[in-house]
């Protein structure tokens, strides 16, 4: 009965992280340990060890009965299998069908995120937005390519603007391209963010073979290396 | 004394030597271009302060005036900002001679500017087109791109003269 009640409680507890169980688990058990106890107590710290090595399913030769009705919950609760193995088959009976009222009852868990993977997620969403209403090709660097903006202050039509990527910025949704040529005789540089839905078009006509990341040498060469029809 | 002036001396040499060597291969490798080319290719374009020499780029008569005065802005003119200048390079028969002090707008400038849609744009020059005190062009047309920045700037003017808007 109190012994019942003691197993309940510390299974009751499972959904909480194994690594503090243990560690509560196992302060139980160095108090109980220095003590002479009935043999309860020191079932209880048999069950509890493995909790502290890694949760894996073992399947013991004498509690093949626990096993077979247990392997319903293991996916669920691989560890309070792990418990119900090694308890002797009377108690072990008992325990499991209380086990196995608590466990079904819980929902199962879902995956957390990490603090370190919520702005990558955001940026993968409002990409895949932005796929939705444009698809974006893949740009690299030397690729010359045709871009159509639309302007909202220059509302009439669309301006075109073409010329050589000379450097890519990947920042997640700002990912931005900066794209050279030479318009009536002065070279202009303009830097676009791929994912912007100002941009109505971009089309890779050709493409140059570059050894570079970023061609900011052609700032230096001569003009006719920038010029495209 | 002698000897610690000689060694920091030489530290110094040292560390010029080094600074030399880290920064290009390209110091020693490109001989066609300019030799300081790779190290300073890229540097950061600033504003247009006073003492900037400027490209005229419509048919005033002017061809090259030094920024003396940027006349918005605390650290300096950006593009499509006024400035006050002098003209220090004119064609011998033209509306304005050398000596002159005119307003100029900027048309071209290397700084990038941005956009409020996330775009930038830069020029390769920094040019400008001489105006009268109201914003009127003197000149009658203008040469080379001129970005759309200016219609928001009130200089609707030059963009109707531009051949090309950028």
Same mark, same amino acid.
């Given at each position: 009965m109190a012994s019942q009640v003691l197993l309940q409680a510390l299974f009751s507890p499972i959904q909480c992280p194994p690594s503090k169980l243990c560690f509560t688990s196992s302060c139980t058990a160095s108090t109980f340990g220095s003590r002479n106890l009935p043999l309860i107590s020191t079932s209880i710290s048999r069950r509890c060890s493995p909790l502290i090595a890694k949760p894996s399913f073992v399947v013991r030769a004498d509690s093949n009965s626990d096993a077979v009705s247990a392997s319903d919950n293991v996916d669920e609760n691989p560890e309070a299998s792990d418990n119900v193995d090694e308890v002797p088959e009377t108690e072990g009976e008992q325990i499991l069908d209380s086990a196995s009222e608590v466990e079904e009852s819980k929902p199962p868990r879902q995956t957390r995120v990490k603090l370190g993977d919520v702005m990558g997620i955001l940026h993968k969403r409002a990409i895949a937005a932005s796929d939705e209403v444009r698809t974006t090709p893949d740009l690299r660097t030397g690729d010359i390519v045709e871009i159509r903006l639309e302007v909202p202050e220059n509302k009439r039509r669309l301006s075109i603007y073409k010329g050589i990527v000379i450097s890519r910025q990947n920042a997640g949704i700002h990912t931005t391209i900066r794209v050279r040529r030479i318009i009536a005789g002065t070279g202009v540089e303009i830097v676009f963010p791929i994912y912007s839905p100002n941009i109505k078009e971009i089309k890779v006509v050709k493409h140059r073979k570059v050894r570079q990341a970023r061609l900011y040498y052609l700032k230096d060469k001569l003009p006719r290396f920038s010029t495209f029809k | 004394m002698a000897a610690t002036f000689a060694s920091r001396c030489s530290r110094v040499g040292r560390s010029l030597f080094g600074g030399l060597s880290n920064n290009s291969p390209g110091l020693f490798t +490109?001989?066609?271009?300019? +030799?300081c080319n790779s190290y300073f290719s890229q540097q950061q374009r600033t504003f247009i302060q006073m003492r900037t020499v400027l490209k005229v780029v419509d048919n005033s008569g002017a061809k090259k005036v030094m920024c003396i005065r940027a006349l918005a802005g605390k650290k300096g003119a950006r593009l499509g900002d006024m400035i006050q200048a002098s003209v220090k390079e004119a064609h011998p028969n033209g509306k304005v001679k050398k000596g002159a002090v005119v307003f100029a707008v900027v048309v071209r400038a290397a700084m990038p500017k941005g956009r409020c849609d996330g775009s930038e744009v830069k020029f390769d020059d920094n040019a400008v087109v001489l105006v009268d005190k109201q914003g009127q062009p003197i000149g009658t047309r203008v040469f080379g791109p001129v970005p759309h920045e200016l219609r928001q700037k009130k200089h609707v003017k030059i963009l109707t003269l531009a051949g090309h808007i950028a």
């Open positions: - | +490109t001989s066609h271009e300019m +030799t």
